[in-house]
């Protein structure tokens, strides 16, 4: 049994973890979504965007929405953005007709999700993040 | 359309039509309606236009108008049953206004945002997109 030596771990820490753990934090992998992100903030960032007298997107929306998108693993499936009339933005994935999920994104850091999976269904609000404030 | 003076109560057989006046409420790649749609805005109430004694282009010049008024563009409609509101515990009633007699209101939303969401997912995915054709 061979025991790895601190040489051999700060080894690995360097050229192994370190990077991974940057490229999985990178955004350069969500660059789409992330261009997508950025066409509906500037739909959505005046009243009445929807014709019904929607909420406008608030700044600290459109931050939240980009740290939960750059959070994503490399690989994960691309999202349907989109906004709701309260002034959150949605990140949508769907497979088919019974199969979605749907998660807003709050300005107070919290994430509203809601899914169909198949005969099942499940919603309810997670804290995702700490809410952005402007220096 | 209805007649303003006699305006019939909303029976759940009835359809209704959501109109689409964002492009990103639906799908361009299977043509459905996004839940989005179907989210209750701040004043609580989902305006809906009644299909009933409705031609379709009846329909379509009522969706023309709130477009126009609202300065906005119509994609298209959602056109969804009356018991797709009511299998979700909300209340649909006639709310007929002088330029549309058809018009009817959904509400009895819940306060809080995710079965806000569950609702608007479950009534999306059984109405029907229809593309305004120009």
């Known amino acids: ?135 | 359309m209805l007649n303003p003076a006699q305006i019939p109560p909303v029976e759940p057989a009835e359809l209704l039509a959501r109109f689409v006046l964002y492009s990103r409420h639906f799908r361009i790649s299977d043509n459905s309606v996004k839940p989005e749609a179907f989210m209750p805005h701040p004043s609580v109430m989902l305006s809906l236009t009644r299909h009933r004694e409705a031609s379709v282009e009846g329909i379509w010049r009522e969706g023309d108008r709130v477009a126009a008024i609202r300065r906005a563009t119509l994609y298209g409609r959602a056109d969804v049953l009356v018991t797709a509101f009511l299998d979700e515990g909300l209340h649909v009633e006639s709310k007929p206004i002088p330029e549309n007699p058809n018009h009817a209101g959904a509400s009895n939303w819940p306060a809080d945002k995710p079965s806000q969401k569950i609702k608007a997912l479950q009534i999306a995915s059984k109405a029907k997109y229809v593309p305004r054709q120009n």
Request: hydrophobic share 35%; with cysteine.
């Open chain 1, 1 to 135: 049994m061979t025991v790895a030596t601190p040489y051999a771990s700060e080894f690995i820490d360097q050229a192994v973890r370190r990077p991974q753990e940057q490229l999985r934090s990178s955004t350069l992998g969500h660059q789409e979504s992330l261009e997508e992100l950025g066409e509906v903030w500037d739909e959505c960032r005046h009243a009445n965007w929807d014709g019904y007298n929607a909420l406008p997107v608030a700044q600290e929306t459109l931050c939240g929405t980009y740290q939960l998108i750059a959070s994503l693993p490399l690989g994960f499936p691309r999202p349907s953005i989109s906004a709701e009339p309260d002034g959150q933005l949605t990140l949508e994935w769907r497979k088919s007709p019974g199969r979605v999920l749907s998660v807003s994104v709050a300005p107070d850091g919290l994430l509203h999700y809601a899914g169909l999976f198949g005969p099942n269904k499940r919603y309810g609000t997670l804290v995702f993040f700490r809410p952005f404030r402007e220096n």
